[in-house]
């Protein structure tokens, strides 16, 4: 009797090419969010970042004739995008420029004309600047640290050890939020200026407790140190993350369980909720 032979179907390999004007990071975004959409591909990237002269598209144009694929582009440009268009287009390959549909949505609501201004959202205004305060502050007011200056924060996120705390933080920076956040440890009492606190929004962040115990694990295996520490005690765990749900209920702090979620989701989700809190304290003053 011939019995059945499991096969994998071979990864789908083809050519993709991103056309920037700028630096090329919101059509590399755009990339990643589609291709993550689909198993069993490997595209080869060829990435063309700056591109804002005819004889740069030259270039362009004859990768894309050497490596035919789709393209994806994001060029504000009228006459370069023209060029890429018509050159794809006598090429026979996909050509799609990923802005239009947002920018002819915002153009008809709004009433107005986008300026065509290539990179105009890396110019160095008081946006930026807000980022790069907002990165200081987290890495400031990281793990427990400059608790005076805790009222300054837009948010501050407590938790026991290994629950994403710190990448949240940085996260929520890169996008002009000031974050901190405070650890909770067995047997310490949380600082003073954290009870205190008014202005910012306070999240607690939990995680499945077997799931903290094996993300520990690693962590400890990863500096070689001895893993029979209360630690890494599924049952120390689990009183754990108990004792730091009850914290946050006697404080009114939400709780926001990580288990299944990635750095990006949870910090969307504060986002979302950060901008609640904002709007209920408007609606106090």
Known sequence: ?????????????????????????????????????????????????????????????????????????????????????AGCHRLQVPCISVLDPVLVTLASHLGMQAQGLPGRQHELDAEYFGRIDAMNFALGHDDGQSAQDYDLADVILVGVSRTSKTPTCIYLANRGIKAANVP???????????????????????????????VRRNRLHLLSQADDTDYVDPEVVRKEVAQARRLCAEN??????????????????????????????????
């Open 252 to 285: 009114n702090w939400t709780v926001l369980d990580v288990t299944r979620r990635s750095i990006e989701e949870t910090a969307a989700t504060i986002i979302q909720m950060l901008s609640k809190h904002r709007g209920g304290e408007a609606a106090l003053e």
């Open 1 to 85: 009797m011939l019995s059945a032979v499991n096969t994998i179907e071979p990864a789908k390999t083809f050519h993709l090419h991103l056309v920037s004007d700028a630096t090329g990071e919101t059509i590399n975004s755009v990339a990643r969010a589609c291709l993550a959409q689909f198993d069993q591909v490997e595209p080869h990237e060829h990435t063309w970042s700056l591109i804002r002269t005819p004889k740069q598209l030259e270039r362009v144009l004859a990768a894309i004739e050497a490596h035919p694929g789709p393209v994806l582009f994001t060029m504000v440009n009228d006459k370069l995008r023209m060029e890429l268009e």
């Open 184 to 214: 909770i440890v067995p047997g310490c009492p949380v600082p003073t200026e954290l009870l205190t606190a008014r202005r910012p929004m306070i999240v607690g962040l939990t995680k499945d407790p077997a799931q903290l115990v094996q």
